[in-house]
């Protein structure tokens, strides 16, 4: 099958391409049939040389099979020879499949991850009211008995009787 394609030329970071007529099985600087026109990328983009083609020599290529690259059809679609549409592909901007596996697991963790903090709010609420359970009872109980704290009454004056001698021993 015969391309009308780009072949590069130009020193390197400064391209330089010659628009050629090849079988499609040769490499993209090898062996070419002919050469049909120039591209210079590095012109600016209205300068009438950037683009140059020979017409007429396209034509016949064109009537022959020959089936022009997505980018030289667009230089043939300026000139009118050939009519070139953008090509509508709504899977490119779309995730390959292991990003979309890393996506599912992601939300997957993120959804376990709510699901938890939820559930400890659940819980810690859950003990909050028990607390306040635990204290209003403990507020409703008895006051306790008086036995306890008579106990403790003695041992208090007993520590205020030993005081005062400790005192008058340091001063004699």
């Known amino acids: 099958m015969l391309k009308i394609r780009l072949a590069r030329g130009g020193a390197k970071k400064r391209p330089y391409y010659s628009i050629v007529v090849a079988d499609s099985h040769s490499p993209r600087d090898g062996r070419f049939i ?23 020599s396209i034509q016949e290529w064109l009537k022959k099979g020959a089936q022009p690259t997505d980018r030289v059809a667009r230089f043939l679609a300026a000139e009118g020879l050939v009519q070139w549409t953008h090509g509508e592909n709504p899977n490119k901007g779309k995730p390959g499949k292991k990003a979309q596996e890393r996506d599912a697991e992601r939300a997957q963790r993120d959804a376990d991850r709510v699901a938890a903090e939820a559930q400890a709010k659940e819980d810690a609420k859950a003990a909050a009211e028990a607390a306040a359970a635990e204290a209003a009872a403990a507020a409703a109980a008895p006051a306790p008995e008086p036995e306890v704290v008579a106990e403790e009454a003695p041992a208090a004056e007993a520590a205020a009787e030993d005081a005062p001698a400790a005192e008058e021993t340091t001063e004699g």
Do not use: I
Request: proline share 4%; charged share 40%; no cysteine.
């Open 34 to 56: 002919e050469k049909v026109g120039t591209y210079n990328p590095l012109l600016k983009k209205d300068d009438a040389s950037r683009v140059t083609l020979k017409v007429e």
